[in-house]
């Protein structure tokens, strides 16, 4: 008797047919018939069927592949550079652009007025994520970029990864702010972390984006979140389950597949919902503390 399953592509459609290669479940409409049997399209091992797949990605990620990961980093080095630039020491933890845009409930600023969250300054939650202390936090940070995010984009395609990213660094404010409403906190890696909660997703989902290593790691990475002083805790586990909680938005709570779908209005609005929610838990904790 075949064990009744789910198509890894079409999550809302049962199916009695796994590929005899992964053992995923495959739709009629996935099905590749080959002659030793039947395989999903990522292993038809067909000409057709491979490069229908590469095509896809291809069409996906565009003319530029990595293209928005690229940006990024190159937004996040040139803020910096432009820090130094502006007199900041290596460190970058002063000077206009360290005031205007670091994340902080509130703080006397250079003028002797208090800015901060607690001004109306809400750009911050979102801001904070593009600065860095200094060249090695940068460039950690950077390297996970490239490593986790630039495969991911790929299977998301620009505008899903670009929106989740942003989404994972709002989150990642709000658990630096719930963990440490005192801190002063920057950099990307709430949105890092997001971007493997999202891996980690949608390998549970048999979409193999980081080739199964997401889960791997995601241990590595708490491993150093923990050992390591001054890291933020709260930004990091707070990207971590924002990211996660968008790519199940965008999946539709696994009623659809994330990659496999086409982009439609209720999957990006319930994807933005998570940014929303986010920024109400940092209102409320702002609220709570001034
Ligand atoms: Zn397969
Ligand atoms: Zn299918």
């Not at 937004?75 to 290596?90: E, F, K, M, R, W």
């Not at 911050?124 to 986790?148: D, E, K």
Request: hydrophobic share 50%; charged share 10%; proline share 3%.
């Amino acid at each position: 008797m075949a064990e009744l399953q789910r198509c890894y592509r079409h999550p809302d459609r049962e199916t009695g047919v796994s590929c005899s290669d992964c053992g995923r479940g495959i739709c009629p409409d996935c099905m590749v018939f080959g002659p030793v049997g039947i395989r999903c399209p990522d292993h038809s091992g067909q000409l057709r069927g491979a490069a229908k797949a590469m095509q896809r990605v291809q069409r996906r990620s565009g003319r530029n592949p990595g293209l928005v990961t690229k940006a990024l980093i190159g937004v996040n080095v040139g803020i910096y550079l432009l820090q130094l630039a502006g007199g900041a020491s290596v460190n970058a933890n002063s000077g206009w652009i360290f005031e205007h845009a670091a994340l902080f409930i509130e703080r006397i600023g250079s003028s002797g007025d208090l800015v901060g969250l607690a001004h109306g300054e809400w750009w911050r939650l979102l801001t904070a994520a593009f600065l860095h202390y200094g060249p090695i936090h940068l460039g950690m940070n950077m390297l996970a970029l490239w490593w986790i995010g630039r495969p991911l984009e790929d299977w998301l395609g620009p505008l899903r990864y670009l929106l989740l990213y942003a989404v994972a660094g709002i989150a990642g404010s709000a658990g630096a702010l719930i963990a440490n409403p005192t801190a002063v906190t920057v950099g990307a890696s709430g949105a890092i972390f997001g971007i493997l909660g999202a891996a980690i997703v949608l390998e549970r989902q048999q979409t193999y984006v980081l080739g199964g290593s997401a889960i791997t790691l995601l241990v590595v990475n708490l491993a150093f979140t923990f050992a390591v002083p001054g890291i933020s805790i709260g930004g990091h586990l707070g990207g971590l389950a924002g990211g996660a909680l968008a790519i199940l938005a965008l999946s539709q709570f696994g009623k659809r597949s994330a990659v496999y779908s086409r982009i439609d209005l209720v999957s990006i609005a319930s994807l933005m919902a998570v940014g929303i929610v986010s920024v109400a838990v940092a209102y409320w904790k702002v609220r709570g503390y001034t």
